[in-house]
């Protein structure tokens, strides 16, 4: 969804791609992204978080791995340069019973020296399996609500279970299909509930309604966005 459309719907923020072609970061040099940030505030608007995601296994492939944690370097310094706050990712499964893989060590340096909270959106990366363990890790985690409920969890008990551990949350429903859809309270998202319990649980986290695969996400979000205001 383009800029002009997210200003003209009412929304205040937005997540960009790191991975997607226009706003790549070896793409944008510091002349581009004083252009990107000259247009965001003349929309009204502000990069909240950023999305990177690339395979989970390219941070366990011994000849892409290098490239991943560069490019989450990359997009770290992206996002600093647009002040956003979060730094979505998706990483590999891993056992909090043997030592973090070498990406996952190199991910939490990262992560203790970057003002940017790096959030893991997967179910068995080593972020959530070490929380549940009760020894979290410098890496958060980004709820996202659709994963969580195709798991058979409730993502609206992890958030308030987690509280400040959660670094952002991503609202997406879920049909009777088990498509990823509009978050409605047809589709398990009750944003009363989930407006109430973020205010309470999570200050200063990110917030996506996260339209990617929707068959209509210029409906859906403005739908959306009307029950988060209600």
Do not use: Y
Not at 113 to 138: F, H, K, M, N, T
Request: aromatic share 4%.
């Amino acid at each position: 969804m383009g800029l002009r459309i997210a200003s003209r719907l009412g929304f205040r923020a937005v997540t960009l791609s790191a991975a997607q072609i226009g706003t790549r970061p070896r793409e944008l040099d510091r002349s581009e992204r004083r252009g990107l940030i000259s247009e965001l505030k003349r929309l009204e608007l502000s990069c909240d978080s950023i999305d990177l995601f690339i395979p989970p296994e390219h941070f366990t492939n011994a000849e892409t791995m290098d490239r991943a944690i560069h490019a989450v370097r990359d997009a770290l310094d992206l996002g600093s340069d647009l002040g956003a706050s979060t730094l979505f990712l998706r990483l590999p499964h891993e056992s909090i019973d043997t030592p973090p893989l070498e990406a996952t060590q190199a991910l939490m340096e990262f992560a203790n020296s970057s003002r940017i909270r790096l959030a893991d959106v997967g179910l068995g990366g080593r972020p959530l399996c070490a929380i549940e363990a009760g020894a979290p890790i410098s890496i958060g985690i980004g709820l996202d609500t659709a994963s969580w409920l195709a798991d058979g969890r409730d993502p609206l008990e992890g958030l308030i279970l987690h509280g400040g551990l959660v670094c952002g949350v991503r609202l997406v429903g879920l049909d009777e299909t088990g498509s990823r859809v509009s978050p409605t309270p047809h589709s398990r998202i009750d944003m009363h509930a989930w407006r109430q319990a973020f205010d309470i649980n999570v200050h200063g986290a990110s917030i996506v309604i996260d339209a990617r695969g929707w068959r209509d996400p210029l409906d859906g979000v403005t739908q959306a966005l009307q029950a988060w205001r209600d």
